[in-house]
């Protein structure tokens, strides 16, 4: 039973950090990547898409994207759905590619996207918290249901705490390199 509540909270930690690391790539830092666009959904025909279900999207130079609809009539559709995101980009239309070039960072904004950053890490970090919260509840409630010794409890609780602190410092680790990658000039 111990094992199954650990294991539980060992997955649910692990989806706090992948989805940490998730949301890290949609952070812009000045050099073009696909997973820019990952939130970008577009309307088509009636329903919400996407964006890279509808076109190939490549990074032909560092600072250039390039998003190529499978269907060239979505075209209008991408280019609003792209100016409307909160990317932050704006797209040039030749009628069959469209083209995002990503502009220098300054330094102003690579001290915000550092503070969007940590907090991002910082909601990660909460995951992996609550994940350790929920399981420490659950020990406590089978060693009141006397299904558990206090001992067991305890090695338990500790086992958990150290799965605690290796998913945390993951999850800075990541963080120190999204950070150099930032504030890389």
Same mark, same amino acid.
């Given at each position: ?18 989805? $940490? ?7 812009? $830092? ?8 990952? %939130? ?7 329903? !919400?898409?996407?964006? #890279?279900? @509808? ?17 060239? !009539? !979505? ?10 995101s909160d990317v932050g980009l704006t797209p040039n239309n030749d009628? /069959?590619?469209?083209? @995002? !070039?990503?502009?220098?960072?300054? *330094? ?10 940590? /907090?991002?890490?910082?909601?990660? %970090?909460?995951?992996?918290? /609550? ?10 409630? @089978? %060693? ?6 206090? =001992? =067991? ?6 086992? +958990?705490? #150290? ?7 993951? @999850?800075? $680790?990541? +963080? #120190?390199? #999204? *950070?150099? *990658?930032? +504030?890389?000039?």
């Open positions: 039973m111990i094992e199954e509540l650990l294991q539980d909270a060992r997955e649910r930690m692990g989806k706090a950090v992948e989805s $940490t690391r998730h949301e890290f790539g949609s952070v812009r $830092t000045g050099r073009a990547t696909p997973a820019l666009l990952d %939130r970008v959904m577009v309307e088509y025909y009636g329903a !919400s898409t996407p964006l #890279k279900q @509808l076109a190939t999207i490549s990074a032909p130079e560092a600072r250039l994207l390039s998003v190529q609809p499978f269907d060239k !009539s !979505s075209i209008k559709a991408i280019e609003k759905a792209i100016m409307e009628g /069959n590619v469209i083209r @995002l !070039s990503i502009p220098e960072l300054t *330094e102003e904004r690579r001290r915000q996207l550092v503070k969007v950053v940590r /907090n991002i890490a910082e909601d990660g %970090r909460i995951g992996i918290r /609550n994940a350790r919260r929920d399981t420490m509840q659950d020990l406590r409630e @089978l %060693r009141d249901a006397g299904e558990v010794g206090a =001992d =067991d409890e305890h090695r338990a609780e500790a086992e +958990l705490q #150290k799965l605690t602190d290796e998913k945390v410092g993951e @999850l800075d $680790t990541f +963080l #120190k390199h #999204k *950070e150099e *990658e930032i +504030l890389e000039v």
